[in-house]
T-cell receptor, first 116, second 110 residues
Framework: SAVISQKPSRDICQRGTSLTIQCQVDSQVTMMFWYRQQPGQSLTLIATANQGSEATYESGFVIDKFPISRPNLTFSTLTVSNMSPEDSSIYLC?????????????FGPGTRLTVT | RKEVEQDPGPFNVPEGATVAFNCTYSNSASQSFFWYRQDCRKEPKLLMSVYSSGNEDGRFTAQLNRASQYISLLIRDSKLSDSATYLCVVNSGGYQKVTFGTGTKLQVIP
């Protein structure tokens, strides 16, 4: 499975500011995903980051709030814009298991965000 | 009805016990099923896939019941290190899209 790193691992931010989270994979992957895990809850898919095209957002998530970049096949960023305390969460990027195992997901260590 | 439902627990079991979790899913067209393990303050990690015929990996057995739309995870001879939250994951239609359950917390006690 791919090795995935995320930066920063954690941050404390003031409301109204923005934070960009980076996700780096050690091999080229077609699909990268961004999830959110709010305290005590399970994972919710925010969007799929596509290389060479705009990200595909899930219901309830919009590009203005969560802009995503995917400049190449090993890297993606997620920005949490104009933050509020409700955005306090763990943000995880993931990749799938490739064409043979497309539904298996492998996660980065996550970014723990606290908004004050 | 939620797409994927799990009993949140916690399940508190003594070392050496056998424990089973169930997970129900609503989309009858789902084809792929998984169990993930998530330790406290860590990312989820794939524990095992669930195959139609059922599958076993050491002390862990996963089964699928399509008629009743649930999957199960059985852990035999529980170890303290098995303490974690176990997430049920089901593909939710669309290529590579999956839905996570809210997880079942297991605490193995000495």
């Amino acid at each position: 499975s791919a090795v995935i790193s995320q930066k920063p691992s954690r941050d404390i931010c003031q409301r109204g500011t923005s934070l960009t989270i980076q996700c780096q994979v050690d091999s080229q992957v077609t699909m990268m995903f961004w999830y959110r895990q709010q305290p005590g809850q399970s994972l919710t898919l925010i969007a799929t980051a596509n290389q060479g095209s705009e990200a595909t957002y899930e219901s309830g998530f919009v590009i203005d709030k969560f802009p995503i970049s995917r400049p190449n096949l090993t890297f993606s960023t997620l920005t949490v814009s104009n933050m509020s305390p409700e955005d306090s969460s763990i943000y995880l990027c993931s990749v799938d298991g490739g064409p043979v195992l497309p539904y298996e997901q492998y996660f980065g260590p996550g970014t723990r965000l606290t908004v004050t | 009805r939620k797409e994927v439902e799990q009993d949140p627990g916690p399940f508190n079991v003594p070392e050496g016990a056998t424990v089973a979790f169930n997970c129900t899913y609503s989309n009858s067209a789902s084809q792929s099923f998984f169990w993930y393990r998530q330790d406290c303050r860590k990312e989820p990690k794939l524990l095992m896939s669930v195959y139609s015929s059922g599958n076993e990996d050491g002390r862990f057995t996963a089964q699928l019941n399509r008629a009743s739309q649930y999957i199960s995870l059985l852990i035999r001879d529980s170890k303290l290190s098995d303490s974690a939250t176990y997430l049920c994951v089901v593909n939710s239609g669309g290529y590579q899209k999956v839905t996570f359950g809210t997880g079942t917390k297991l605490q193995v006690i000495p």
